[in-house]
């Protein structure tokens, strides 16, 4: 089926686009299918834009990278498209894309076939470098696999597409999910030795991927590879992404807890992390990111309730402090803030945390979103009362029908896990969701569809000893009420039907 045929219709409102996108680009606004169309009316490639209101990473690109004015050019080459998470048919899209998390970006050929998926945890510098060789080379990342893996003679840009591809939001289009971390460590061994960079980051990835899984260990040629990166200065900036992201789970997985081994592979990530979070180029919200690190790093192998030293207490304040005071656009302010009170709660300093959020609340677009961070600070003090007042507050004040049953599910696992004597306001809660979720187009696709997922396992893991059928059974009834009203040609009939089946 042509692509056009099948995309939905996604109308953005003017309003909310203006208030929720950083000016100078010519976004297309009307329905996604008739953007592929001009996009092959006019040749030009299609660059597809998926994320929330809310989202602290999709605020960072639109703080970092979408303002600039060699992004805003480069538009001119190619047919913008943003997709809110929360408009009108745009998780039935999400379907068809196969996007899950966001934000997720895509450029595609005028066809409308899919030539790579950048990624959106670098920085602004190496992510338009990722779009420009996009652009200019055209050639679907698929075939560029394909004849990676069988051989063929890749160039220079062909191996940067791949080393710079999103694999981590690549949702099995091109590897199945559990033959990646392999695929990788493979695709890594034919890169030319002229191409040190995807070689090394090919690896990189490869080895945090491989560091998902607690139960497998690492070699030590992986070992040796990353005391190599993180003694050399350039190699560490050039892989931040994963020095950053995945510092406590690949050392986890390099190294034993308690052994020499262990104390120098964390000694040179600090060291390493440590640079990263006093370099200027990047952005305030990644040398944040390195700061939490640092002290994931710091409790690895430490006690439960131990305390971190006052040295790297001190840095923490001082660093978030000064992120606060000097981060104004209100896009990287929702990324920042984010990062910078998870840094400090994970430090143990829940007050301080707080008093960052609470103030947030008065500037942010989105202030529900830090309401979860209050409430998950609230369960860490053992104050339950606050901490469900904080995820019901969040889930009231949530806007958009896919952010309303994502957070109305975050509501009710909290309840069962802090309240699960209280049947009345967990059914209440449900029912409600339900009630949201009955008068909403296309509420069984992809988040929104795993939300009310999320919400029928907690219910049936609350039941277990089945001491609340009464309850359950009545939100099974209200939900097969929902199901038996979506017409018998509708994909959503089945997998709402699907949700009514025993788990387990």
């Given at each position: 089926?042509?692509?056009?045929?099948?995309?939905?219709?996604?109308?953005i409102t003017s309003s909310a686009f203006a208030a929720n996108t950083p000016p100078g680009i010519a976004w297309e606004q009307g329905d996604v299918a008739a953007?592929?169309?001009?996009?092959?009316?006019?040749?030009?490639?299609?660059?597809?834009?998926?994320?929330?209101?809310?989202?602290?990473?999709?605020?960072?690109?639109?703080?970092?990278?979408?303002?600039?004015?060699?992004?805003?050019?480069?538009?001119?080459?190619?047919?913008?498209?943003?997709?809110?998470?929360?408009?009108?048919?745009?998780?039935?899209?999400?379907?068809?894309?196969?996007?899950?998390?966001?934000?997720?970006?895509?450029?595609?050929?005028?066809?409308?076939?899919?030539?790579?998926?950048?990624?959106?945890?670098?920085?602004?510098?190496?992510?338009?470098?990722?779009?420009?060789?996009?652009?200019?080379?055209?050639?679907?990342?698929?075939?560029?696999?394909?004849?990676?893996?069988?051989?063929?003679?890749?160039?220079?840009?062909?191996?940067?597409?791949?080393?710079?591809?999103?694999?981590?939001?690549?949702?099995?289009?091109?590897?199945?999910?559990?033959?990646?971390?392999?695929?990788?460590?493979?695709?890594?061994?034919?890169?030319?030795?002229?191409?040190?960079?995807?070689?090394?980051?090919?690896?990189?990835?490869?080895?945090?991927?491989?560091?998902?899984?607690?139960?497998?260990?690492?070699?030590?040629?992986?070992?040796?590879?990353?005391?190599?990166?993180?003694?050399?200065?350039?190699?560490?900036?050039?892989?931040?992404?994963?020095?950053?992201?995945?510092?406590?789970?690949?050392?986890?997985?390099?190294?034993?807890?308690?052994?020499?081994?262990?104390?120098?592979?964390?000694?040179?990530?600090?060291?390493?992390?440590?640079?990263?979070?006093?370099?200027?180029?990047?952005?305030?919200?990644?040398?944040?990111?390195?700061?939490?690190?640092?002290?994931?790093?710091?409790?690895?192998?430490?006690?439960?309730?131990?305390?971190?030293?006052?040295?790297?207490?001190?840095?923490?304040?001082?660093?978030?402090?000064?992120?606060?005071?000097?981060?104004?656009?209100?896009?990287?302010?929702?990324?920042?803030?984010?990062?910078?009170?998870?840094?400090?709660?994970?430090?143990?300093?829940?007050?301080?945390?707080?008093?960052?959020?609470?103030?947030?609340?008065?500037?942010?677009?989105?202030?529900?979103?830090?309401?979860?961070?209050?409430?998950?600070?609230?369960?860490?003090?053992?104050?339950?009362?606050?901490?469900?007042?904080?995820?019901e507050e969040a889930y009231k004040k949530s806007e958009g029908p896919a952010t309303r049953v994502q957070w109305g599910s975050s509501y009710v696992s909290a309840?069962?896990?802090?309240?699960?004597?209280?049947?009345?306001?967990?059914?209440?809660?449900?029912?409600?969701?339900?009630?949201?979720?009955?008068?909403?187009?296309?509420?069984?696709?992809?988040?929104?569809?795993?939300?009310?997922?999320?919400?029928?396992?907690?219910?049936?893991?609350?039941?277990?000893?089945?001491?609340?059928?009464?309850?359950?059974?009545?939100?099974?009834?209200?939900?097969?009420?929902?199901?038996?009203?979506?017409?018998?040609?509708?994909?959503?009939?089945?997998?709402?039907?699907?949700?009514?089946?025993?788990?387990?």
């Amino acid at each position: 089926m042509k692509l056009a045929h099948a995309l939905a219709l996604i109308l953005i409102t003017s309003s909310a686009f203006a208030a929720n996108t950083p000016p100078g680009i010519a976004w297309e606004q009307g329905d996604v299918a008739a953007a592929f169309a001009k996009a092959k009316a006019e040749k030009k490639p299609l660059f597809l834009y998926w994320g929330a209101t809310w989202c602290p990473p999709c605020n960072q690109i639109k703080a970092t990278v979408f303002n600039q004015q060699r992004f805003i050019d480069r538009t001119k080459q190619f047919i913008p498209v943003y997709i809110d998470g929360d408009s009108a048919g745009a998780q039935k899209l999400a379907s068809q894309f196969k996007v899950r998390g966001y934000p997720s970006m895509i450029l595609f050929k005028p066809d409308g076939s899919e030539i790579t998926r950048l990624p959106g945890e670098v920085d602004a510098d190496r992510y338009l470098s990722t779009l420009e060789l996009g652009l200019s080379n055209a050639r679907p990342v698929k075939e560029t696999l394909s004849s990676a893996l069988a051989g063929g003679k890749l160039s220079s840009d062909d191996w940067r597409l791949l080393a710079d591809y999103s694999w981590d939001s690549d949702q099995a289009q091109l590897v199945p999910e559990d033959q990646l971390a392999a695929t990788l460590k493979t695709l890594a061994k034919f890169v030319p030795a002229s191409e040190s960079y995807a070689s090394t980051h090919l690896q990189l990835k490869a080895i945090s991927i491989a560091a998902g899984d607690d139960k497998a260990s690492g070699s030590a040629e992986e070992l040796a590879l990353v005391h190599k990166v993180l003694a050399d200065k350039q190699q560490t900036r050039d892989n931040f992404d994963v020095i950053v992201n995945s510092a406590s789970d690949i050392v986890s997985y390099l190294s034993k807890a308690q052994t020499g081994e262990r104390s120098q592979l964390s000694d040179a990530w600090n060291k390493a992390l440590q640079q990263l979070a006093r370099d200027k180029t990047l952005s305030a919200n990644d040398r944040l990111s390195a700061l939490t690190s640092q002290v994931a790093l710091a409790k690895l192998d430490a006690a439960k309730d131990s305390k971190l030293a006052a040295p790297i207490i001190k840095e923490v304040r001082e660093r978030v402090a000064e992120a606060d005071k000097t981060t104004t656009n209100g896009f990287e302010r929702q990324s920042v803030i984010s990062t910078a009170a998870y840094t400090l709660s994970e430090a143990g300093l829940l007050d301080e945390s707080d008093v960052l959020l609470k103030a947030e609340l008065k500037r942010s677009h989105a202030p529900y979103y830090f309401m979860l961070s209050l409430g998950a600070n609230a369960k860490k003090r053992g104050d339950k009362t606050a901490a469900l007042g904080w995820y019901e507050e969040a889930y009231k004040k949530s806007e958009g029908p896919a952010t309303r049953v994502q957070w109305g599910s975050s509501y009710v696992s909290a309840l069962v896990d802090l309240a699960p004597q209280n049947e009345e306001r967990i059914e209440q809660t449900t029912q409600g969701i339900l009630k949201e979720v009955a008068v909403t187009p296309n509420a069984f696709y992809e988040r929104s569809r795993r939300s009310l997922e999320k919400i029928i396992s907690k219910l049936a893991t609350w039941n277990k000893d089945k001491q609340h059928d009464a309850v359950v059974g009545r939100v099974l009834t209200q939900l097969d009420g929902i199901c038996s009203k979506l017409p018998a040609s509708d994909p959503q009939r089945a997998t709402c039907q699907d949700l009514l089946k025993p788990k387990g």
